[in-house]
């Protein structure tokens, strides 16, 4: 069975004696490679290779940085086919889906390119007679990157492209559920010019986060993944000096008004709610129902919506959803399921029953619609991740937006409605870091910034665009004064404001 590896220093490293562990075809339903698991030596040798890349990368000057990423972005347009099919062979997803993925990775390769603009600083001439100061953005060292299974391709390029135009060296943590993906668009990176050292991957589990949360060499950390592991990372992380971002799990809440347009708002919810079944941080798995007519009506809408839907093997043209990633995680998104329905909410649609007769050892999940749902529930309070929908009613738009801001996470929401006043006040004053209007996943383009509120996002700076920018660098902010010959001045004993 092939080992999928680590990438250090620009060569493929593997190390026979290492912890293994199997990487599934989740649409065969049988382990089809294992990815080796680092140990705390190699995370070491591969952050020894990004601290000897990094003097020659900090001086290389940004423009030939960015004229890598514009190599880079042309390879991953030339070879999308095969990344796609190595996404859809380890996570499940569509191929449609990894192609919408990539595309959206693509774009922050894109803002990657704009390195020499981003990294021009402010300058102001003549603060005080004769003096001039500037601030620049310099580069912090090694950086890691610790990413989660469901974006193998999209979340590594939030992260390295600008990091490394930024003039950093990196170590990149993949999951260890859908390594190959990310390997391949390493192996793309140093085809398209990056120098050795430059970007490491290290595959492994919590030895090789240890590792590198444990170096002193490594200057930052961003972290992408569930709540728990996103926070101990953060505190771990902060603890030993290190600037830390680190994003975590969500549970999204569509809030649908009695005014909207109910069948727009039905195939935004479907896509939502079951694209890649539900393995999304921006996913809608609650959907608000503003009266019981609203409730109603979307019960029944949905429920004929699923029954058009088509789940199958990612590969397989015209199927809209695959299976989930592994069998432990089917194992318990379909025990949310049956805790539901012991819970007392309405299993409008069952999905635990869906068999793929192409496909039949796969893990798939038939979409499940619950109605009456609860907030003292399991599944209306757990981050469940998978292709299950909860409609809750209420009486009011403001019940709808104490619910969500009652809600552990912060992620994303979205109002659906044709009231431009409601629309207002919705964004205005809830509690969530991305926000849509009729707009089901408010995923923010390359030069905006990602990030959620709550315990959706522990630290400062969201992921990628300008707050990206301000992560990667440190700012240096320089006054400098040339006195003329002849000008000399006493000893001045108090801020100079007033001269
Ligand atoms: P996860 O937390 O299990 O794993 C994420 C990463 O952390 C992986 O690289 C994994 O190897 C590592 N890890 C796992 N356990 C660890 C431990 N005990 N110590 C140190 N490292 C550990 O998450 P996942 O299942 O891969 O991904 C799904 C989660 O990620 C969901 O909660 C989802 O909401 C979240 N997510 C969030 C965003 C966002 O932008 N907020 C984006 C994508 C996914």
Known sequence: MHTVGHFINGQHVNDPNARTQPVFDPALGVATRQVALASTATVQSAIAAAEAAFPAWRETPPSKRARIMFRFKQLLEERAEQLCALITAEHGKVLSDALGELQRGIENVEFACYAPELLKGEHSK???????????????????????????????????????????????????????????????????????????????DKEAVDALIDSPVVQAISFVGST??????????????????????????????????????????????????????????????????????????????????????GTEPGNDMGPLVTPAHFE??????????????????????????????????????????????????????????????????????????????????????????????????????????NVPLPVPVSFHSFGGWKRSLFGDLSAYGPDGVRFYTRRKTITQRWPSSGVREKAVFTFPSNQ
Request: net charge negative; aromatic share 8%.
């Open 332 to 437: 318990k998104v379909k025990g949310y399921v049956d805790a539901g329905v012991a819970e007392g909410a309405t299993l409008v649609v069952d999905g635990r029953q869906t068999r793929i007769a192409s496909a039949p050892e796969g893990f798939f999940l038939g979409g499940c619609l619950f109605d009456h749902v609860k907030p003292g529930m399991t599944i209306y309070r757990d981050e469940i991740f998978g292709p299950v929908l909860s409609i809750v009613r209420v009486g009011s738009l403001d019940e709808a937006m104490a619910l969500i801001d009652a809600h552990e996470y912060g992620n994303g929401t979205c109002l659906f409605t044709r009231d431009g006043e409601a629309a207002r006040y919705f964004t205005d004053r809830i509690k969530v870091g991305m926000v849509g209007v």
């Open 126 to 204: 003549n603060v005080g007679p004769a003096i001039d100061s500037w601030s620049e953005f310099q580069p912090l060292g090694v950086v890691a990157g610790i990413t989660p299974f469901n974006f193998p391709a999209m979340v590594p390029l939030w992260m390295w492209p600008l990091a490394v135009v930024c003039g950093n060296t990196f170590v990149l943590k993949p999951s260890e559920k859908t390594p190959s993906s990310t390997l391949f668009l390493v192996e793309l990176a140093k085809e398209a010019g990056l120098p050795d050292g430059v970007l490491n991957i290290v595959n492994g």
């Open 228 to 313: 728990p592991i996103a926070e101990s990372i953060y505190t771990r992380g902060c603890a030993t000096g290190k600037r830390v971002q680190a994003l975590g799990g969500a549970k999204n809440h569509a809030v649908v008004m009695p005014d909207a347009d109910l069948d727009n708002a039905v195939s935004a919810l479907m896509g939502a709610a079951y694209g890649s079944c539900g393995e999304r941080c921006m996913a809608i798995p609650v959907v608000v129902a503003v009266g019981d007519a609203v409730g109603d009506a979307l019960a029944e809408r949905l429920a004929a919506a699923l029954k058009q839907m088509k789940v199958g093997p």
